[in-house]
């Protein structure tokens, strides 16, 4: 079994028609104001070819760094999902209640640590 603390997700985001544009803008944005969290270990947001799906991924060093990006990036969520659509959201590792609720206000599916390796 993984011992280490990361928690970390994949979100799949479906960009509403036309939206594009802002979509895009709003990433920058949020990728800026992440850039200087302590915890966050990956943010990386990418964009299918045509434009219509973005898949997130984020990690952070442990629940409390989940906590953190939440209060840091709420300014941001209601201008997200006015342009965009969860449509999935796997989460990996053993986040704390705290985290998990946040997690789960956004659709998450948990999914426990079996075997393998963090370097």
């Not at 799949?12 to 028609?17: F, R, S, Y």
């Not at 803008?25 to 302590?38: G, I, P, S, V």
């Not at 201008?79 to 990996?92: H, K, S």
Request: glycine share 10%; proline share 2%.
């Amino acid at each position: 079994m993984r011992s280490d603390k990361n928690v970390y997700w994949v979100i799949q985001l479906a960009i509403h028609e036309g939206q594009g544009d802002a979509f895009r803008a709003l990433a920058d944005e949020m990728c800026a104001a992440t850039a200087n969290e302590a915890g966050a270990l990956n943010y990386e947001w990418n964009l299918s070819e045509d434009g219509k799906t973005c898949h997130v991924l984020e990690r952070y060093a442990d629940s409390g760094g989940v906590r953190a990006h939440n209060e840091n990036i709420s300014a941001f969520v209601e201008r997200l999902v006015a342009i965009a659509d969860v449509a999935t959201l796997e989460v990996y590792g053993s986040p704390d209640d705290g985290a998990r609720k946040i997690l789960e206000g956004f659709g998450g599916n948990f999914n426990r640590p079996y075997a393998g390796f963090v370097r």
